[in-house]
């Protein structure tokens, strides 16, 4: 089901830039190299947590696992929506209570179909043999979820969480994964927060990426509406506090202005460096160069020969970015000499999601982080608000045996004893076909290398580290740590 390399994909990226409007900037990457950020398909409503801030439903607990040929469906739909490369969070509820071999299988899946795969977890159930397995299959990104929303017995503060974190970054190890960690930013953790600046700084030799979410009132979480206190101004500044240092946020668009701030920096020393700081030059770049749609799918090799022919053909720009390069190296030299040459690449990501009561249309409209449902793609924070009405939703499929099968997400003793009530819809008959319209609806290195895969990680990188939220909930269940 892969797009064609020419007209396709160029309907594929006119779409995303006409949905954009005023927010097709020079320097916004959608409709121009990416055709979204980043897409989740949820496998699983259940999880082993029950956060005090959870987006999902006070039904997911009791709804059946999708089918697997579902599953399969929805990963072939993103591949139709969005092309190949798109970045692809397997996620839920938490996808590692999905049984074991199925969870191998989409993964691998999605692999064969050339999207980019990152598994999005609390990781109590993700082993370092689970991991091993999911590397093999092809999986890419491993995303952690830790924070204080979680409540895990005996960790009160995110100063103590550090150990599971550390614990995660040493299962992760040396298994070819990027490495990110998600952490929801509320009222009670923001004190906290450039002590976690600081330890992702600290391991940015093993931590790719660092998402912040901000707190939003939406699904079935206890906490509500966050304060004055949580903004993507003040998360910006507790960062930038941090590293005494400002950062040129905005250099780099990707999807609303209003959704999301993405700062890609080098680490050398223990100090941060932005990597764009001209957005003329940054937005230049990626108009000659937006035809280029090599991906870290296509490995290394193939992304440097892709980018030296295209410099190749424009010289000028060996030039500009010779000068750039030479640039940020004097800056960075003192840090340099110190650390031997040895630079991190770690990105910061500080996503504000919509409350359900205060969806902004021109956001959902704008989204760069959709989920792909039975009916297509739909704006995350839409999906948050509406949940029940999908997954609650009968579903047709044909199993792998060729029959025709019906799926009931609750089993037939909850829907009798109703013990929470059930929003009757309108239409509650099985969902076939997903409706194609609808997708823009409800919708440690030295420092060579790290110059080699510079400009291909603002590219095409960016999209691999988009969207990163929390996998969380479930009542009354154990939350200790599992080895």
């Known amino acids: 089901m892969a797009c064609s390399p020419g007209t396709t994909r160029n309907q594929q990226l006119a779409s995303t830039q006409k949905r954009m409007g005023e927010h097709f900037t020079p320097n916004q990457l959608l409709g121009r190299t990416h055709t979204i950020g980043c897409v989740a398909v949820e496998i699983t409503q259940k999880c082993n947590l029950d956060c005090t801030l959870c987006y999902l439903s006070e039904h997911s607990q009791a709804v059946r696992d999708i089918p697997i040929q579902e599953v399969f469906k929805r990963l072939d739909n993103v591949l139709k929506h969005y092309g190949p490369g798109t970045s692809v969070q397997i996620t839920g509820g938490d996808p590692t209570l999905r049984k074991r071999s199925e969870l191998i299988d989409i993964v691998a899946y999605a692999n064969q179909l050339g999207l980019h795969t990152a598994l999005f977890t609390n990781g109590i159930a993700a082993t370092r043999d689970l991991l091993t397995e999911l590397a093999e299959a092809g999986l890419n990104d491993i995303a952690f979820h830790v924070d204080t929303t979680q409540e895990r017995k005996g960790y009160d503060d995110e100063a103590s969480l550090n150990a599971i974190r550390e614990e995660y970054i040493v299962r992760a190890k040396g298994l070819g994964l990027m490495v990110i960690f998600n952490t929801t930013v509320h009222t009670g953790n923001f004190s906290e927060l450039p002590m976690l600046v600081d330890f992702f700084v600290q391991h940015a030799d093993a931590v790719?990426?660092?998402?912040?979410?901000?707190?939003?009132?939406?699904?079935?979480?206890?906490?509500?509406?966050?304060?004055?206190?949580?903004?993507?101004?003040?998360?910006k500044a507790a960062i930038e506090k941090t590293i005494s240092k400002a950062l040129p946020w905005e250099k780099v668009r990707i999807g609303h202005s209003d959704c999301h701030s993405y700062m890609p920096t080098l680490v050398t020393d223990k100090q941060v460096y932005s990597v764009v700081d001209?957005?003329?030059?940054f937005a230049q770049f990626i108009e000659d160069f937006k035809y280029i749609q090599t991906t870290r799918q296509h490995g290394t090799a193939k992304i440097i020969w892709d980018y030296s022919k295209a410099m190749l053909a424009r010289p000028l720009w060996i030039w500009k970015l010779a000068k750039a390069t030479s640039a940020k190296l004097l800056e960075m030299r003192s840090s340099l000499i110190k650390s031997?040459?040895?630079?991190?690449?770690?990105?910061?990501?500080?996503?504000?999601?919509?409350?359900?009561?205060?969806?902004?249309?021109?956001?959902?409209?704008?989204?760069?982080?959709?989920?792909?449902?039975?009916?297509?793609?739909?704006?995350?924070?839409?999906?948050?608000?509406?949940?029940?009405?999908?997954?609650?939703?009968?579903?047709?499929?044909?199993?792998?045996?060729?029959?025709?099968?019906?799926?009931?997400?609750?089993?037939?003793?909850?829907?009798?004893?109703?013990?929470?009530?059930i929003r009757l819809h309108a239409d509650d008959r099985p969902a076939h076909e997903p409706n194609e319209k609808s997708s823009n609806e409800s919708i440690s290195k030295p420092v060579s290398e790290i110059n080699q895969e510079l400009t291909h990680e603002l590219i095409h990188g960016v999209n691999n580290d988009l969207g990163a939220r929390p996998s969380s909930v479930s009542s009354n269940q154990q939350t200790s740590e599992i080895g």
């Open 208 to 235: 790719s990426f660092a998402s912040f979410q901000l707190q939003a009132e939406t699904g079935r979480g206890e906490w509500g509406a966050r304060t004055d206190v949580v903004d993507p101004l003040t998360v």
């Open 340 to 421: 031997r040459g040895r630079v991190h690449k770690l990105s910061f990501f500080v996503q504000n999601f919509m409350d359900a009561s205060a969806l902004q249309q021109d956001r959902i409209d704008a989204c760069s982080f959709m989920v792909m449902t039975a009916g297509g793609p739909v704006s995350m924070c839409k999906h948050n608000a509406e949940r029940d009405e999908h997954i609650l939703k009968p579903l047709t499929y044909t199993n792998h045996r060729g029959q025709v099968k019906q799926y009931q997400p609750l089993g037939e003793r909850y829907r009798e004893d109703n013990v929470i009530p």
């Open 278 to 281: 001209d957005a003329q030059l």
